[in-house]
């Protein structure tokens, strides 16, 4: 019980810092928008690679916050068939749905990471390698596989001591 605390604490953090990271990569995310605007606007001049660097820093931002969203229960959810359920019922329906949810991310971790580290494009305008960013995919889905998983430990705990 203790080790399974200690590990939910320390997904938890982790997941934490990493979404934080994220959150400030909103300030420059707005700057350089703000920027090409102005200087599209005013100069008729847009800011270069403006695009190219909106695009991934919005990846970054989502990739760094899915993680944190299933942390705080933020994803969407439906419930207007399984909130009519027993809590057994409903448990059960939830352990289902985090062992799906495991399967599909642990796809999707290990097809990141294949892809991750086989690119060897670069972005068009500012050659930007574009590796880590698909690399990103695979250690941010990893860490949304650590919440599922502590999700999935919680539920089949209080499905045990439900009886």
Known sequence: MKALEGFQKGVHRVTYAVCAVGMFLAIPLMLITTFDVLGRAIFNKPLPGTLELSEYMLSI???????????????????????????????????????????????????????????????????VPMWPFKTLVAVCGLMLWAEFLTDLITSIMSLGRRK
């Open 61 to 127: 931002i989502i990739l760094l916050g899915a993680a944190y969203t299933q942390q705080v229960k933020g994803h969407v959810a439906v419930d207007f068939l399984t909130s009519r359920f027993p809590v057994k019922g409903q448990l059960v329906c939830k352990i289902i749905t985090d062992i799906l949810c495991l399967f599909v991310i642990t796809i999707m971790t290990v097809y990141g990471w294949i892809e991750g580290i086989s690119e060897t494009t670069v972005t068009d305008q500012l050659r």
